[in-house]
């Protein structure tokens, strides 16, 4: 504010001078009484340019401070909402897309967002500042001045609208090329291996392209836009405005020290107007492409804990887990994935999951992990709902290995101890972690890496059976009651994957449940129960010998058979 009142100040200052150099010239006067009378006046406006420079200084720092704050503020918080979706919103939404949204999003709206205030500020006072001075040098110039206003302001509402619309397309073709850019990378062994690097580099300029062209219409738009109303506000009133100033000079009615004023005042008008236009073409944008950020920072996910959430203590649970009528139906899908499934593990017990691929194996392990919710029936942990219980509680309750084993770029034991809950500390700690590193028989190759030396993106520098043992290992490391695994042996050789079996059952054995979807015999040899399923349903179980032994036996005829034993 006082930027904006020093620099009209100092227009009118600059007019009081030439006022004062002009009359001492018409009067012939001794120059050295104009330098006098000048000096105080040449003094102030010294003091108003050093106090308008040093101003500006401190308010770039601060609003630069401001506007790195804000953006990590807002990133912070996207994220915090992202990483709380269920795993279902980011099979619909691809990750580049995501950090795009993430980094650009926020980035753009940070921008607009921490200029208006000081923006808005700065020239509605330039604005008000100007006018009211410029009244005070000439009223009927002034209205001829803000005479084409209305127009110029509709002008910019439209502009406003123009850009609006595009910024959310801009946007989202940007998210779409780097999603195009993220999915190539992660997957580039298969680009490579498939040969189609020129497919994803066409489908990359494909998306880029796009992307320039969104941004080419948006400029031209804007530019006509921009064009037609400053040439309404500056160009198109500025003749009638000279040509009215020079007939009040000539009549006397205008000094010239008031022209320079008055036109300085107006070059200020006009900035400001020009200014509070590109502001409120930017809110405008900012307004349209905040929308996708709020969506995202306001989005509920589908599965979280009640505010009514029962809180359960690691310690007070047993580990029964048991499945009652449930049936489940991916998001956008017609055909049911499970249809009224029904067993329970105890604890104590290894329950093998069988069945063809797509039986709905990974499906049961999804649901029994809470990574979605099933549409019918209930899954239970000790006789509690899984959806009444708190999601933080359950999940500690639950070690889980994935059919693709996750891995992070970090240490091999920053791998084994990621998220464990185990409560020790230092050497005791380590102690644990070696324990469950042996279990998964990981210790000789854990051993001959480098302690602190990351492991990759995804792991990468493993083979896929030490991914595998790690990520077994992490899930035993847990110590929960409860291991969910989707075939964990699957990249194993038979000898480790008899191993890997044996420490399953010797886990059962200690109290655990253990819930294990596997095509391989040996694990479903050494399992307690056997469940199979076929298109979603179960359709039999009990013990291998029982299902051996029974007539038309379909676990006998289709599961294993099919089976791989190494
Ligand atoms: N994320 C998903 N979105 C939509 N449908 C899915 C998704 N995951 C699985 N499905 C579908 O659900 C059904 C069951 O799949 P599921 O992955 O549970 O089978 P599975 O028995 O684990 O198979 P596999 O042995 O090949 O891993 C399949 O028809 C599959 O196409």
Request: glycine share 6%.
């Amino acid at each position: 504010m006082s930027l904006a009142g020093t620099a009209s100040l100092r227009a009118f200052l600059t007019g009081r001078l030439l006022d004062i150099a002009l009359e001492f010239a018409r009067n012939g006067s001794d120059p050295s009484g104009a330098f006098a009378a000048l000096a105080p006046i040449a003094g102030l406006y010294f003091a108003c340019a050093l106090y308008g420079y040093m101003a500006n200084v401190v308010q770039g720092i601060l609003f630069a401070l401001a506007r790195w704050k804000m953006s990590m503020s807002m990133r912070q918080k996207l994220f915090k909402a992202l990483i709380r979706q269920e795993v279902g919103f980011f099979e619909q939404n691809s990750s580049g897309a995501l950090v795009s949204r993430l980094t650009n999003d926020t980035d753009q709206l940070q921008n607009v967002l921490n200029r208006a205030p000081e923006t808005l500020v700065t020239n509605v006072m330039r604005l008000v500042v100007s006018l009211v001075l410029m009244a005070q040098q000439h009223v009927l110039l002034t209205l001829v001045s803000v005479a084409p206003l209305p127009l110029a302001f509709l002008l910019v509402k439209k502009t406003g609208k123009v850009v609006g619309r595009y910024g959310v397309l801009q946007n989202d073709s940007l998210a779409r090329v780097n999603a195009v850019a993220s999915e190539a990378i992660a997957n580039v062994r298969a680009v490579q291996i498939a040969g189609a690097e020129k497919t994803e580099v066409e489908e990359y300029c494909q998306a880029t392209n796009k992307y320039l062209k969104v941004i080419e219409q948006t400029l031209f738009k804007e530019t006509a836009l921009r064009f037609v109303s400053t040439l309404l506000n500056d160009a198109l009133s500025d003749v009638p405005l000279l040509c009215l100033s020079c007939w009040f000079i000539a009549c006397g009615q205008l000094t010239m020290g008031q022209f320079y004023t008055y036109r300085t005042l107006l070059w200020s008008y006009r900035r400001g107007f020009r200014e509070l236009a590109e502001l409120f073409t930017g809110v405008s944008r900012a307004q349209a492409v905040s929308q996708r950020y709020f969506d995202l920072t306001d989005r509920q996910p589908s599965v979280s804990s009640k505010p009514s959430a029962t809180r359960l203590p690691l310690s007070h649970v047993r580990g029964t887990l048991s499945l009652q009528g449930v049936s489940f139906r991916y998001p956008d899908q017609d055909e049911w994935a499970l249809q009224d499934v029904t067993f329970d593990v105890q604890p104590g017990e290894v329950v093998a999951l069988v069945g063809a691929s797509g039986a709905g194996k990974s499906s049961v392990l999804r649901l029994c992990a809470r990574l979605a919710d099933p549409q019918d029936g209930s899954i239970r942990l000790d006789g509690h709902e899984l959806r009444d219980l708190d999601l933080q509680d359950f999940r500690r309750c639950i070690g889980v290995v994935d059919q693709e084993p996750a891995l992070f770029d970090r240490s091999v034991w920053d791998n084994v101890g990621y998220g464990c809950t185990l409560s020790q500390k230092g050497c005791v700690r380590d102690e644990l972690l070696a324990d469950a590193v042996a279990a998964a028989q990981a210790t000789k190759f854990v051993e001959a890496l480098p302690v602190d030396e990351p492991l990759g993106e995804r792991g990468s520098r493993l083979s896929g059976g030490q991914r595998q043992r790690l990520a077994i290992a992490r899930a035993i490391a847990r110590g929960a009651p409860v291991l969910l695994m989707d075939e964990p042996t699957s990249a194993l050789d038979g000898e480790t994957e008899e191993a890997v079996a044996s420490t399953l059952s010797r886990l059962a054995a200690q109290g655990r449940a253990v819930l294990v979807a596997a095509h391989r015999l040996r694990t479903v040899a050494r399992a307690h129960r056997i469940v199979m399923l076929e298109d979603g349903r179960v359709v039999e179980e009990g013990r291998r010998e029982e299902l051996l032994a029974q007539p038309n036996s379909r676990y006998r005829a289709t599961v294993e058979p099919s089976m791989e034993v190494e």
